[in-house]
Antibody
Framework: QVQLQESGPGLVKPSETLSLTCTVS??????????WSWIRQPPGKGLEWIGY???????NYNPSLKSRVTISVDTSKNQFSLKLSSVTAADTAVYYC??????????WGQGTLVTVSS | QSVLTQPPSVSGAPGQRVTISCTGS?????????VHWYQQLPGTAPKLLIY???NRPSGVPDRFSGSKSGTSASLAITGLQAEDEADYYC????????????FGGGTKLTVL
């Protein structure tokens, strides 16, 4: 059974960089069958896809966030990470890491709330 | 403003059938890309409910079904149960500047 777990600060100051890590167990980020995604959900709102990374290191980002987002992978630790720079209150959300393929997002982390506030 | 359009809310009585629509465009659903559906119970992560337009992952009751036609897709729930009360999201792929993966805005299902 694949499990994903997000970790990182729950509070980030405006203009700083949000950093989260997703640890994968029961599966490998080196698998060529999947994309490893970050998805967020502002309080009371819908889902927004942030971006994904493939095991090779290739990435694809939501154009609306592209200038501020970096997703990286550490195959030795079976982890992938998200960095979102210059955050504002609008970036306050529950952030999910997930396993993604062309048959949908089949495994999700439990989500972590990140609040942007001074 | 979501790339895929869903009704904000639907409701139905126990035992009834409800449908949730997901309307896209020629750059996503209409381009032939698959549609997936997710169920999000309060306070939990979304769960894959339907993949590839009409396929159910193992463990999903056959009360849930999906279909796609043209630039739209639909999720149908028959024999509505209290535990079906949740938010439902459609997701597809897009070849425009919206990004390769797009979600609908979500639909809140209320079981009366």
């Amino acid at each position: 059974q694949v499990q994903l777990q997000e970790s990182g600060p729950g509070l980030v100051k405006p203009s700083e960089t949000l950093s989260l890590t997703c640890t994968v167990s029961g599966g490998s980020v080196s698998s060529g069958s999947y994309y490893w995604s970050w998805i967020r959900q502002p309080p009371g709102k819908g889902l927004e896809w942030i971006g994904y990374i493939y095991y090779s290191g290739s990435t694809n980002y939501n154009p609306s966030l592209k200038s501020r987002v970096t997703i990286s992978v550490d195959t030795s630790k079976n982890q992938f990470s998200l960095k979102l720079s210059s955050v504002t209150a609008a970036d306050t959300a529950v952030y999910y890491c997930a396993r993604d393929s062309l048959t949908g997002v089949d495994y999700w982390g439990q989500g972590t709330l990140v609040t942007v506030s001074s | 403003q979501s790339v895929l359009t869903q009704p904000p809310s639907v409701s139905g009585a126990p035992g009834q059938r409800v449908t949730i629509s997901c309307t896209g465009s020629s750059s996503n659903i209409g381009a032939g890309y698959d549609v997936h559906w997710y169920q999000q119970l309060p306070g939990t992560a979304p769960k894959l409910l339907i993949y590839g337009n009409s396929n159910r992952p193992s463990g999903v009751p056959d009360r849930f079904s999906g279909s796609k036609s043209g630039t739209s897709a639909s999720l149908a729930i028959t024999g509505l149960q209290a535990e079906d009360e949740a938010d439902y999201y459609c997701q597809s792929y897009d070849s425009s500047l919206s990004g390769p993966r797009v979600f609908g805005g979500g639909t809140k299902l209320t079981v009366l």
